[in-house]
C-alpha cells in the first residue's frame, strides 16, 4: 500500500528529529541535551519532537537501538 503524503512527511519530520539528537549527541555526549534543543537543532517545536516520541528517554532509546 502506497504511503500517503502525510505519513511521508510525518517520516521525514521524525528523521530530522533523529538526525538532530544524533548531532547533538555528537557534540554534547549521551543525553547531555534536551528535547527542547532537538526541536531546534531540527527547525521544529518541542511539540514536534513529543508527538514522535514520548519522552527524552523514548527519544534515546530510538537513538541507541540503531547504533551499530
Do not use: C, N
Not at 41 to 54: D, E, L, N, P
Not at 60 to 67: A, D, K, V
Amino acid at each position: 500500500m502506497p504511503a500517503t503524503l502525510h505519513q511521508l512527511r510525518s517520516e521525514q519530520t521524525r528523521e530530522r528529529l533523529l538526525d538532530a539528537a544524533i548531532a547533538l549527541m555528537d557534540a554534547k555526549g549521551h543525553g547531555q541535551w534536551s528535547v527542547h534543543e532537538v526541536a531546534r537543532a531540527a527547525g521544529m517545536t518541542s511539540g514536534a519532537v513529543q508527538h514522535h516520541f514520548a519522552s527524552k528517554a523514548t527519544l534515546m532509546l530510538e537513538l541507541t537501538s540503531s547504533l551499530p
